[in-house]
């Protein structure tokens, strides 16, 4: 087991943003999560990364992570994206993916060559000195992917990672998540809105809404379940 | 003519003090986007902290050696239990700024309990003047502008080469993506409030001996480095070394024509043109 979410709840004020959620997400697979906006889901992932605080349980291969700062839990290796990309505009590409290496990785693999191998590994080659901020969109997520993997993660959580791009550029994602867990042996958590997108990439896949589990399972059982359907993905979806 | 330059010459030497102070003060507000109410009161913290070791018979080395770790760890404890439990709170950048501004009159008025209403002053580091191409130019003059350059530059050279400097610029950027590459946030918070207030009370030495230290003294240099960041461009440091310069240079130059009453006018003057004409300041951005 990689991830072990129990009995997790997150509260803002009055509206509970995360509801007594409990689930378990297996080394080496891809982990989708959708619901409708406000479900809770990047809510989720700021709970699993530090930025909130909660109740309940998170381990991460036996260790439990609640009360751990963001930091630490990178330290520890998990590592996320966001559906804006958050990059070091004043910084070029090598440079931030430098910073990844840099600070967030526990490794002794020699910085330099980390970083050559995660330009190359996202394809970023022929942007390796342009400045962040200059970037087109495709590139910034491929540049944050990059920060991601370059503090050398077991597990990453991707917010949102083909939102705003065209059909082409989400292919040339999809193709670079499924190598991340193929080739790195990444396990990959994944919000997304495009179900089609999920269910052809995850193994398992979690619907919330208002911070509650919907369903959980296999992707062909969870888009034929009825709940699923009244509240997420309406009776006209393919 | 060899007046004026040499006013010039000294606007140029309050000016690298200024420009010091001004870096520790845009520092902070470039890292957490909180302004330290209490920058003038770390100021004269400095002053004050140094006349304390001078009266235990130390000498200027061992006086600023003790001074400047003092004030270090006064920076660190001030952002560790003042500063540091009011972020788990949302608007804890508001809050902060308010905290700050307490904590100045408190150290205004603890100044006041403890040495007393009455001026003090350090010794001259070192006297008489040198004769440089017909000009009479003060060697204790010369020596702060050299110690604030070389503070300045040593500075620049760590930020620019050092892990830690890294990990300030990425946090300065983007504080939830430094997060999320590993960078621990608090400690970059509490060493950046630490130097900062190193800065600030460096500048309470190195001035003392030329303007005394008062225990509210430290308002007149707030607003002045408040100015500088202003034009400079909130958060730039490179925009308040500029912006120091010349204000240094204009605070000499006003001060010579019309007379010192005239000074901290000249100052709000540049404060008001700047947020008239260019309110993001020289090398600020907007956003």
Same mark, same amino acid.
């Given at each position: ?238 | ?131 440089? /191409?017909? !000009?009479? %130019?003060? +060697?204790?003059?010369?020596? *702060?502008?050299?110690?604030?350059? @070389?503070?300045?530059?040593? $500075? ?86 500029? /912006?120091? !310069?010349? %204000?240094? +240079?204009?605070?000499?130059? *006003?001060?010579?024509?019309?007379? @010192?009453?005239?000074?901290? $006018? ?22």
């Amino acid at each position: 087991m990689s991830l072990k979410c129990s009995h997790i709840s997150k509260q803002f004020g009055r509206l509970k943003a995360v509801d007594t959620l409990n689930f378990e997400v297996q080394t080496g697979e891809i982990f989708g999560i959708a619901g409708p906006n406000g479900a809770g889901k990047t809510t989720l992932f700021n709970m699993i990364t530090g930025m909130y605080t909660y109740s309940g349980s998170i381990a991460f291969d036996g260790r439990e992570l609640n009360g751990l700062p963001a930091y630490r839990i990178c330290r520890a290796g998990i590592a996320r994206t966001f559906q804006i990309p958050q990059l070091f505009a004043s910084l070029s590409v090598s440079d931030n993916i430098r910073a990844g290496a840099h600070f967030g990785s526990r490794r002794n693999k020699p910085e330099a060559e980390t970083i050559e191998e995660i330009i190359d590994f996202v394809g970023l080659g022929e942007h390796r000195d342009h400045k962040a901020a200059h970037l087109k969109l495709l590139d910034k997520k491929l540049a944050m992917i990059g920060a991601a993997l370059a503090t050398h993660p077991r597990l990453l959580l991707l917010d949102e990672p083909i939102a705003g791009l065209n059909p082409s550029e989400i292919t040339q994602s999809l193709e670079l998540f499924y190598r991340i867990n193929q080739e790195l042996g990444i396990t990959i958590l994944i919000i997304e809105h495009f179900m089609k997108v999920l269910t052809e990439l995850s193994q398992q896949l979690l619907i919330l809404e208002n911070g509650k589990k919907v369903c959980l399972g296999p992707p062909h059982e969870v888009t034929r379940d009825q709940r699923v359907i009244e509240c997420y993905l309406g009776e006209d979806h393919d | 003519m060899y007046e004026l330059i040499d006013v010039i010459i000294s606007g140029v030497t309050n000016g690298s003090v200024y420009a010091m102070m001004a870096v520790g003060l845009s520092l902070v507000y470039g890292v957490t986007k909180v302004f330290n109410f209490a920058y003038g009161s770390l100021y004269t913290l400095g002053g004050y902290l140094a006349f304390t070791f001078f009266g235990c018979g130390f000498g200027y080395p061992l006086v600023i050696l003790l001074t400047l770790v003092s004030l270090y760890l006064a920076g660190l404890l001030i952002e560790r239990v003042i500063i540091r439990p009011l972020r788990r709170r949302e608007d804890w950048e508001m809050l902060a700024m308010m905290v700050t501004l307490g904590l100045a009159i408190f150290l205004d008025n603890l100044y006041q309990v403890v040495y007393g209403p009455y001026v003090k002053s350090l010794p001259i580091m070192f006297s008489g003047n040198l004769q440089l /191409a017909g !000009f009479m %130019l003060s +060697i204790q003059d010369l020596v *702060i502008f050299g110690i604030a350059v @070389l503070v300045m530059g040593g $500075f620049m050279i760590f930020l620019n080469t050092h892990r830690l400097g890294m990990a300030i610029e990425a946090v300065a950027q983007d504080m939830t993506g430094a997060q999320i590459v590993g960078i621990p946030k608090d400690r970059v918070f509490g060493f950046t409030f630490a130097i900062s207030t190193v800065l600030a009370g460096f500048g309470g030495i190195l001035l003392a001996p030329k303007y005394f230290i008062t225990p509210f003294g430290g308002w007149d240099i707030l607003v002045k480095a408040w100015v500088i960041t202003a034009l400079g461009g909130m958060g730039s440091v490179r925009g308040s070394l500029y /912006a120091a !310069f010349l %204000l240094g +240079i204009i605070e000499a130059l *006003i001060g010579w024509q019309f007379g @010192l009453t005239w000074i901290l $006018f000249a100052w709000f003057a540049v404060l008001l043109g700047t947020l008239i004409v260019r309110p993001q300041g020289l090398f600020g951005t907007w956003g």
